[in-house]
């Protein structure tokens, strides 16, 4: 199983927009086991992200190429995108994950349990897709997902 890694570097979030979407095909699955958070703020701000799976997909993405944790591994088939002209459309239901952090200089690093991964499972369009964003705050971040592709 290949691993690849998408990062989003300096970001100002803005609530309810994506910061960072991953998306398979539709017959295809990525497992999602590292989300990593790191603050630039220069002064207290808290910010609260979350991922959230997709009901439609991003309109018109600028795509992202996943780096490959190693020179070995294939191109991936997963995409990703950092920005997009329309914002998914996210579920309704509690987000998959959610945490908040102090980003004047917080760190957050969450690693998936065995079995606790987040998958991405494209079956129909709009359920292929998760979203990590910005429910609240404005703090400046960078921010990564390490999946696989499995």
Known sequence: MAFYVIAREGAT???GNMLLSLTTGLQEIARANEVSIGGEATAS?????????STTNLTTPTAQTPA????????????????????????????IWTYA???????????AAPGQEL??????????EFSAESSSGTGVISMQIVFEEI
Request: proline share 7%; aromatic share 6%; net charge positive.
């Open 119 to 128: 998958l991405v499972q494209g079956a129909t369009a709009g359920s292929n």
């Open 45 to 53: 701000t808290v910010n609260r992200f979350a991922i959230r799976r």
């Open 13 to 15: 979030p803005v609530a």
């Open 68 to 95: 490959k944790m190693s020179s070995t591994s294939p191109a991936a088939y997963t995409d990703a995108a950092t920005t997009a002209t329309g914002e998914p459309t996210t579920a309704a239901a509690p987000a």
């Open 101 to 111: 952090l102090n980003v004047f200089g917080g760190v957050l690093r969450w690693v």
